[in-house]
């Protein structure tokens, strides 16, 4: 993550944000989405609004409950997935490759 | 357009879509515009329980904004074929060349 | 006239007072002019700029002797001609401002619309079954609210015009009742129930209203007297009798609205009931503290005075629901003139009116090419027809663009035959639009508002940064981004690479795109050029460019040993890399794939899916490498192995002499994909060396190639000897080894008597094993199994079934 924050200048290579995003086509990649949630998944299509197809997608909620008694917070993650799936755009936060050391 | 050429694909099959408020409403996809709005028919909510007030509805439009997930038929997708759309989408020309 | 706004001396003249108070009507023209000429030249003002045309004392007055032949001045009997009460009714949505004007025309009638609108309903509500009758006498209010007020079947009611109409018009409304109504109506007296008020015989209409109702007073000035206020009270204080108090309340009940459907009529009556007298006399105060009517019916106003407190506290209680009523009705009357007034414009657009509409919308959302804004639906649509319609023959990727997307569909569906006829006529709108890219917006003629041009990718620009000043912002930033340069490439030097690859494949999948949109658009039929040569010869370079970008970026033609591994390799170990292969190689010549496929056998072991692919001693493999071994056997082998299969044996001598030589063959040969390259290499040799090459029209081979062939065999076989069970999966995973036995066969069948020897003994083992296993596994798996040995025994003349156990 800290890594892909570094801007790697190509020579003549004007790019534009979306264009790394392309390069992710048919890779699996990481999306932080607003309301704490995270997927990971393939990314089978993109469009300019970060609208996305992800294919075996696994989403990650994080859920921070106050435990009452001890008023600990308790962080709770939820895990769905889905074979396919449309996220709309206007949630995501970033996109990134999933690290590589997990890879 | 390619999301909305996409959905137009699906019309017909079984879809559930995730709202922002978390509702998911499970149906058939009826139709679908550039705005990505959706109807469904034959709808169901996934939590029917927490969600009593849809119960009596058999049918939805949903605006486009409101959705946060499509989940899909994965068996109803071309993969490949998606990923083609997608990568000409995405090197169309910002000013289309004149034939 | 003491008007200062324009700021001119508004001292008076002299007028005395008494022609002041005389009213306006009591000053004749004359005296007016003489006042103001007199005025205007004491003060040196001209007047007669602001009120009087001095050129209309020039108008000659003479000549308007045929005036009265003209015109009539027979005022008395202008008989029905003009009378428009009745067209007027016609024109409902009107029929408000009508009946004022109407109203000023005849002075017996009530002088006042508010009034009569009050009262109206009050007595309506005493005689039930007329009061839609009496509604509709208002004029603006058909009987049904459905029926078009423009076509209104009610007459005109009586109960505005009094006993104006003559009695046919009253038809079916003759009765007693309906006679005091009007009468009471017209006389503009209360609402109260009354005997005495059942018959007013000291106000005969006539004489009722001696002024036009537009300065008429208010209705509170109408009241009852002092007695009826004083009974009325007593009633509703001391009496609680229902009937009577029922009957109060009818009256002062809200106004009928006979549009309205009978529930909503009485709804609000429960709710009446409950006022009580404390308030009543609340309201009454409330009302008491208004100004005081104008006294300006000097006739009547004597009389009427002392009603008033009594008709302030009937119309306190009534005001409320009236006000609730009036809501309603105006919404009412409001939706159905909306109705009518769109109604009005029913069938003014023709259907070709509304399908040019259409057409212009639409414009905005199909282009000329389905292929490039709907590409995924039109493909798809496509690849499902195929399916479907297996007799319609393969899709071809060489179809003529556009138009065969048209095309099929239209045969497809008849019913978007009208999208395909749209689709063409709006060909030429949107290309006339993209001739304008320029423009950020762009109104069609007849086109409900505008079409914008920007998208996400053509965005309106809001800055102009010159591209002198991004030069010097780019020889500042050098510098320091030289340093920032060369931290990442060395920390980061296999994400770099990575990216890098990732970037190779996106470009060889847009040239290859790129070349199959021309491949498409290859048809004549889609091209309307009179210089076809030309266009050939354009369609070629552009080809040529496109198949010699994407050659480029897949890097084969790299030396070798330059980087830690090849970047075609590189390629290959990405999914999508292996996906594109069969894509490119449609574009390639025989020397590229030829080239090709020795940079792959000469950096064999490099390949993830053969160095990720062999498994340790428990053989487990991590499953995504499995699945990428899968897709490199459906991908990348297929058109490699149709290569192979039309190489004549020099070629495939080559090939696996370089296997041999650039990789660690006991290694490779752990994995399926090495495995299933030497059985490609092993079977080709063999289909030659026994002469299946002439069938594809390749000469025999010659001795010299055989004795190769025979030195790379044997070279193949001594470095694998004693390895050979190695290349079978553990037991354990349940992996199909059929891969395995196929190799082996292939080994076997070009194998000498000696080495078919070492083989039967090295591989006895595992044959008896799966023979042992496939015994006890059920019928269809068992037959698998024995079916791969088979494979293996077969090569070598034997079957399973001679294999005692």
């Known amino acids: 993550m800290t890594e892909e924050a570094v801007p790697v200048v190509e020579p003549n290579a004007v790019e534009e944000p979306l264009d790394l995003v392309r390069l992710s086509l048919d890779e699996r990649i990481y999306v932080k989405l607003r309301g704490d949630r995270e997927l990971r998944g393939k990314l089978h299509a993109y469009d300019g609004h970060l609208n996305m197809i992800l294919g075996d997608v696994e989403e990650t909620i994080t859920v921070v409950e106050i435990n009452e008694e001890t008023e600990e917070e308790v962080i709770r993650t939820i895990k769905n997935t889905a074979e396919m799936l449309f996220v709309r755009g206007d949630g995501v936060i970033l996109v990134s490759p999933p690290s590589r050391t997990g890879a | 357009m390619l999301f909305y050429s996409f959905f137009k694909t699906l019309i017909g099959q079984q879809v559930t879509v995730e709202l922002k408020n978390d509702l998911a409403i499970t149906g058939i996809l009826v139709s679908v515009d550039q705005f990505l709005n959706i109807k469904l028919d034959d709808i169901h909510v996934v939590e029917e329980q927490k969600y009593p007030h849809m119960m009596a509805v058999k049918n939805c439009f949903i605006r486009g904004s409101v959705v946060r997930y499509v989940k899909l038929p994965a068996s109803a997708v071309d993969t490949a074929l998606l990923q083609d759309a997608a990568r000409r989408e995405a090197q169309q020309p910002t000013v289309p060349a004149p034939r | 006239m003491s008007d200062s706004y324009f700021g001119f001396d508004t001292t008076m003249p002299p007028l005395n007072s008494d022609q002041l108070t005389a009213g306006t009507a009591e000053i004749t023209e004359d005296e007016l002019s003489k006042n103001f000429e007199a005025f205007a030249l004491e003060s040196g003002q001209d007047f007669g ?35 428009f009460t009745q067209s007027n009714a016609k024109i409902a949505d009107t029929i408000q401002k009508e009946e004022k004007i109407y109203v000023d025309r005849r002075e017996n009638v009530p002088s006042d619309n508010n009034e009569l609108i009050r009262q109206r309903p009050l007595f309506s509500n005493l005689w039930d079954d007329q009061a839609g009758i009496a509604v509709n006498g208002n004029g603006s209010y058909p009987n049904d609210p459905t029926t078009s007020p423009l076509m209104p079947e009610s007459p005109i009611s009586p109960s505005i015009w009094g006993s104006y109409h003559p009695p046919s018009t009253r038809k079916g409304l003759a009765s007693n009742n309906r006679q005091e109504f009007i009468q009471f109506s017209a006389m503009n007296l209360t609402n109260l129930h009354h005997p005495s008020y059942e018959n007013p015989p000291n106000y005969p209409p006539s004489q009722i209203s001696p002024l036009p109702p537009g300065f008429g007073p208010p209705p509170v000035a109408r009241v009852p007297t002092l007695e009826e206020i004083e009974k009325q009270l ?8 229902t009937i009577e108090n029922h009957q109060l309340q009818r009256q002062a009940g809200p106004p009928p609205q006979s549009q309205l459907p009978p529930p909503m009529h009485n709804s609000p009556l429960p709710e009446k009931r409950m006022l009580s007298l404390a308030e009543v006399e609340a309201a009454l105060l409330g009302m008491n503290s208004r100004p005081p009517p104008l006294p300006i019916y000097g006739q009547t106003e004597g009389v009427y005075r002392e009603q008033e407190t009594a008709f302030l506290e009937q119309e306190a209680a009534i005001r409320e629901q009236e006000t609730l009523y009036y809501e309603r009705e105006r919404k009412l009357r409001e939706k159905q003139r909306k109705l009518t007034d769109m109604a009005k414009y029913n069938g003014l657009m023709t259907q070709n009116d509304k399908d040019y509409i259409n057409r212009i919308q639409i414009s905005q959302l199909v282009t000329d090419d389905p292929y490039s804004d709907d590409f995924y639906y039109q493909v798809y649509t496509a690849i499902r027809n195929r399916q479907t319609q297996s007799q319609m023959g393969p899709f071809s990727p060489n179809a003529s663009g556009g138009g065969a997307g048209q095309e099929r569909r239209h045969r497809n569906r008849g019913s978007e035959s009208g ?5 063409q006529q709006v060909l030429r709108i949107v290309n006339d639009a993209r001739r304008k890219p320029k423009s950020t917006q762009l109104s069609l003629e007849g086109a409900l508002g505008k079409i914008a041009l920007n998208s996400v990718r053509n965005p309106r620009q809001l800055l102009q ?13 050098s510098p320091s981004g030289g340093t920032h340069h060369k931290v990442p490439s060395i920390t980061l030097h296999g994400i770099v690479d990575h990216r890098k690859v990732l970037r190779s494949i996106e470009n060889i999948y847009s040239a290859v795109l790129g070349l199959e949109e021309l491949r498409r658009n290859q048809h004549p039929q889609s091209r309307q050029y009179s210089d076809q040569e030309r266009e ?49 190689l449609r574009h390639c ?9 020795r940079i792959l056998v000469a950096n064999f072991e490099t390949l993830d899916v053969c160095k990720a692919a062999i498994g340790g001693s428990n053989g487990n493999i991590k499953q995504s490498i499995l699945d990428e071994v899968e897709l490199f056997m459906n991908t990348v082998v297929p058109p490699l192995l149709q290569f192979v299969a039309e190489a004549p044996l020099k070629i495939v001598i080559g090939l696996l002499t370089l296997f041999i030589e650039r990789n660690n063959i006991i290694w490779v040969a752990k994995s399926k994909v090495g495995l299933a390259f030497l059985t490609m290499f092993l079977s080709r040799a063999e289909i030659l060396k026994q002469g299946g090459g002439a069938m594809q029209g390749l000469p025999p081979p010659e001795d010299r190639e055989i004795m190769q062939w025979q030195e790379s065999y044997n070279r193949l076989f001594s470095q694998l000897q004693n390895y050979f069970l190695s290349s079978f999966p553990p037991f354990t995973s349940n992996i199909d080894d ?18 078919q020897h070492v083989l039967v003994t090295e591989i006895r083992e595992r044959v008896l094993e799966t023979v042992v296993q496939a015994s006890r596994m059920p019928h269809d798996k068992a037959a698998h199994k024995i079916t791969n040995v088979n494979l293996f025994l077969h090569a070598l003349g034997l079957d399973a079934s001679q294999l005692k156990i």
Request: proline share 3%.
């Open chain 3, 465 to 477: 940064v010159s591209a002198k000043h991004t030069d010097t912002l780019q020889t500042h930033a």
């Open chain 3, 419 to 423: 999208m395909l006829k749209m689709q």
């Open chain 3, 536 to 584: 050939d010869k354009w369609l070629q370079e552009k080809y040529t460019e496109l198949a010699r970008k994407m050659w480029e970026e897949l890097h084969v033609t790299d030396p070798i040993g330059i980087s830690f591994q090849h970047p075609f390799i590189s390629i290959l170990s990405v999914s999508k890399g292996k996906k594109v292969i069969p894509r490119v």
């Open chain 3, 589 to 597: 010549n025989q020397d590229q794939i030829g080239a090709m496929i």
């Open chain 3, 738 to 755: 059929m891969y395995v036995w196929q190799f082996l066969a292939a080994m076997a069948v070009g194998a000498s008597m000696e080495q």
């Open chain 3, 234 to 241: 007593q009633r509703q204080a001391g009496q609680s009798s």
């Open chain 3, 49 to 83: 700029v602001y009120g009087y045309d001095p050129l209309a004392d020039q108008l000659v007055e003479t000549g308007d002797d045929y005036n009265e032949e003209t015109f009539g001045n027979d005022i008395t009997n202008i008989g029905d001609d003009f009378d």
